[in-house]
């Protein structure tokens, strides 16, 4: 039997991002699939902001993942159709990919297809000396020990190993087996509705040429649905409703997969280019977070922790925040650096981030119900002469038009995004969280606040070269950002073994200064976590500031 720091169970992105943000703290893991091979089911394709910006901090770029994407322009737009080549209904632009996006981020959202964005990661772990990454590996059970987790690994061809490692990190998916086993249950609707996800390659550049977009909601008696167009040229998804009691996962054969993307399609052969169905697997929306996020030594992260309907394209990116939240706090414990009670403000603080994002999700999926009865009507009897008077002239209809407007914020959540917020033991002063309901996904107002994350700003560092004030952290430490009187906070930290940047010496904002930014005045300091988030403000200079800073730290470290 040997031992490791962190078993990661589950190399999805959420797992892979684990094994990276871990090692870039110098812990060693390894990464297990029960999968020989990756998946190729496209699946996410919006990675947001703040996801890019953890793949940069352990050396994935953000510039070759938008490279390997769609471009801001094929995937700038959503519609509201009757067939990919019939009616329009209406249209919005899918989230802020454009350059008005940088005041805020230096890394738009990119649209890029699951598997590339998943190789993306694995190449980096490939170069990881910490990661010991094998696929084809079950873990079958688990069991807390003195000290430590024992699970069992069984490879493919059955043969069982013993492997104790201090923690385990079941980043499973959404139907965690870990999760059963450690008796945690899941909070919320477990089926909402049942979807096939027919994934197929075409090139439906020439049929949607004129009407560019990622996501297509299909409306049309007989047939409803969702196009998810990865890359118009190749990559497509059908995301088609069924009832599996009257139609099993079986009858959908090749042809009738083919029938059902062509009637959506709109156009049948021969103006249909060639279509070649690669993979049909049955999927089902839930909107849940588990009851609780840690058992002992073992956490849950990403789907393994919340399934979300894929209305807001938040699944992911969650996930990905999970693990950047727990790997720091991972690696701050296993250092010796941290008390163990650290650990418990991972929950306290991604839990309530979930909830948030769970809700909004179904939001999003109730609201776009009400586009079928605007286009439908209150009648049933007359659902067809009503459809039929509205698909002939759309822009008649003042009801659709507002129908879809409503859909706006489901399609533009910078907010939700970046603007969440923790108030935790590893949090000073932070605010109390406001309630969601009340919340603008849409509005985000850079805050800096301890419990935020630190804004973007383009700032010139000292060499004059012109970055992001989030380049500057590095995630392996804490930070104080000092403000230009702050010399005191600056050495301390540095001392500290910390990142050190003041104000004036080693960035300047573009264009405000440091108390109309933050509030603070010159010769105070923000400390800023590894994940970015503000851990506590110092509203001014410090007699001792290493004594003040180091008494900071062991509270937040607990
Ligand atoms: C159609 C669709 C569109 C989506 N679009 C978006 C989007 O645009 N943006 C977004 O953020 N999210 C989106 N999502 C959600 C996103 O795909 C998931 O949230 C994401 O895959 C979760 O990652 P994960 O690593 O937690 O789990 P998974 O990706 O499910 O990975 C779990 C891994 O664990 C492995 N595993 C399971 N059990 C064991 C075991 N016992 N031992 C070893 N290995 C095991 C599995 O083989 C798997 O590889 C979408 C989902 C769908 C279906």
């Given at each position: 039997m040997s031992r490791i720091p962190v078993l990661i169970v589950g190399a999805g992105p959420v797992g892979q991002l684990s094994a990276l943000l871990l090692a870039r703290q110098g812990i060693a893991s390894r990464l297990i699939d029960r999968r020989p091979q990756p998946s190729e089911a496209p699946k996410a394709h919006a990675v947001n902001p703040r996801t890019l910006e953890i793949c940069e901090s352990v050396g994935v770029p953000a510039e070759g993942l938008r490279r390997e994407g769609a471009s801001a322009n094929d995937a700038g737009w959503v519609r509201f159709i009757c067939t990919l080549t019939g009616t329009e209904f209406g249209a919005l632009p899918y989230e802020r990919q454009d350059d008005k996006a940088l005041a805020h981020t230096p890394y738009p959202l990119t649209n890029i297809p699951q598997p590339k964005f998943e190789a993306a990661l694995a190449k980096a772990i490939d170069a990881e000396p910490l990661i010991t990454f094998t696929r084809g590996v079950t873990c079958a059970d688990l069991a807390e020990v003195p000290d430590g987790v024992t699970a069992q690994l069984e490879a493919a061809d059955g043969t069982r190993d013993a492997l104790t490692c201090d923690y385990l990190i079941a980043a499973d998916g959404a139907g965690s087996r870990l999760r059963d086993t450690l008796g945690i249950a899941m909070e919320g609707p477990e089926a909402l509705q049942h979807n096939l996800m027919i994934h197929f390659e075409a090139d439906l550049r020439a049929l949607t040429d004129a009407r560019p977009g990622v996501l297509y909601f299909l409306f049309q008696p007989g047939t409803s649905g969702v196009f998810i167009a990865y890359d118009r040229g190749r990559t497509w998804v059908l995301m088609h409703p069924h009832d599996p009691a009257r139609e099993p996962r079986e009858s959908f054969d090749d042809a009738r997969c083919r029938a059902l993307i062509e009637a959506a399609i709109g156009t049948a052969a021969p103006a249909l280019p060639a279509l070649h169905v690669r993979h049909v697997s049955p999927w089902t929306m839930s909107a849940q977070v588990a009851e609780r996020y840690r058992k002992g030594r073992v956490f849950l992260a990403g789907d393994a922790a919340h399934r979300f309907?894929?209305?807001?394209?938040?699944g992911l990116n969650t996930g990905a925040v999970d693990a950047q939240n727990l790997a720091w706090k991972l690696a701050a414990v296993l250092k010796g650096e941290a008390g163990e009670a650290l650990l418990d403000t991972y929950e306290t603080e991604r839990r309530p981030v979930a909830l948030t994002n769970c809700e909004q999700s179904l939001t999003n999926a109730s609201k776009i119900f009400e586009l079928f009865g605007a286009l439908y009507g209150p009648d049933p009897a007359k659902r067809q002469a009503h459809y039929e008077a509205i698909a002939a002239n759309p822009a008649a209809s003042a009801e659709l038009a507002a129908t879809v407007e409503a859909q706006r914020p489901h399609f533009d959540s910078f907010n939700l995004q970046l603007g969440y917020r923790y108030a935790s033991a590893a949090t000073i002063g932070a605010p109390a969280l406001q309630a969601a309901a009340g919340v603008d996904i849409s509005d985000y107002r850079p805050s800096w606040e301890a419990g935020a994350h630190v804004p973007h700003r383009w700032v010139k560092t000292r060499g004059g070269a012109r970055v992001s004030l989030l380049s500057l952290l590095a995630a392996d430490r804490f930070a104080i950002l000092a403000g230009p009187g702050g010399d005191g906070w600056r050495e301390a930290a540095a001392d500290a073994g910390l990142t050190a940047l003041r104000g004036g010496r080693d960035f300047e904002d573009e264009t405000e200064g440091w108390t109309e930014l933050t509030g603070l005045p010159k010769d105070g300091a923000l400390l800023v976590r590894p994940d970015g988030h503000i851990a506590c403000r110092f509203e001014g200079g410090a007699n001792d500031a290493a004594a003040l800073l180091g008494q900071t730290l062991a509270e937040v470290l607990a």
């Open positions: 309907p894929p209305t807001g394209g938040l």
